[in-house]
């Protein structure tokens, strides 16, 4: 999982197999956001979820939040080798522009 | 939409050199923008909070005087590495936010640029 004191993780699948990752953060947040990111690139928005939303779904995609264990899963089913990429929480917190990023999570999809 | 173009992509230049990046929202306004930095294989590192028509926000440790950054208009924000050197190479990302996005500023997701990757020789 990402932040708290855990390394960033690596995981490899082969393709059409699903993916779970997962995020914790430490304080009260207004949104987490994931993100995903190709080698040598920025990086691109994939799902938003609110503080008081539990599930939320886009495409392929499903995030979970749990604000009473500070924790978010993201679920990648389905897999593609085009999925391959790094993929970061961040967490938004109340009054407050800026965005606190994860350690991130590398999934490499094999075809 | 929601666009964000960062230039240069890719620079190479001796120590000693002034580089500018630029990043500009090329869909949307933005009052704020942020700039990040990446070292290899880890997680972005903000470096500062970029304000129109007023002065950066600096994160701790982050030195004003080396990282100059000028947000002169609602779509383009400027940071400036003066007189850089070998350990300032990395990879530099800015980010935007839509100011008329929809669910309030507050629930709007940041537009990444593509990144500059700096090295310094």
Request: hydrophobic letters at 30%.
């Amino acid at each position: 999982s990402q932040q708290g004191e855990e390394d960033p993780q690596a995981l490899s699948i082969q393709e059409g197999e699903n993916a779970t990752m997962n995020c914790s953060y430490k304080t009260s947040i207004n949104n987490l956001q994931w993100y995903r990111q190709n080698s040598g690139r920025g990086l691109v928005h994939l799902i938003l979820i609110r503080s008081n939303e539990r599930e939320k779904h886009s495409g392929r995609l499903r995030v979970t939040l749990d604000t009473s264990k500070k924790s978010s899963s993201l679920l990648i089913t389905a897999s593609r080798a085009a999925d391959t990429a790094s993929y970061f929480c961040a967490t938004a917190f109340y009054g407050n522009n800026r965005l606190a990023f994860g350690k991130g999570n590398q999934v490499v999809v094999i075809p | 939409g929601a666009v964000v173009s960062q230039h240069p992509s890719w620079v190479i230049c001796k120590s000693g050199t002034s580089v500018k990046i630029e990043c500009r929202s090329l869909d949307f306004q933005a009052t704020t923008m942020f700039w990040y930095r990446q070292f290899p294989k880890q997680s972005l590192m903000l470096m500062a909070t970029s304000n129109e028509g007023s002065k950066a926000t600096y994160e701790q440790g982050v030195e004003k005087d080396k990282f100059l950054i000028n947000h002169a208009s609602l779509t383009l924000s400027t940071l400036t590495v003066t007189s850089a050197h070998p350990e300032d190479s990395s990879f530099y990302i800015c980010s935007a936010r839509d100011l008329q996005g929809q669910g309030g500023y507050s629930n709007q997701p940041q537009h990444f640029g593509d990144g500059t990757r700096l090295s310094i020789l």
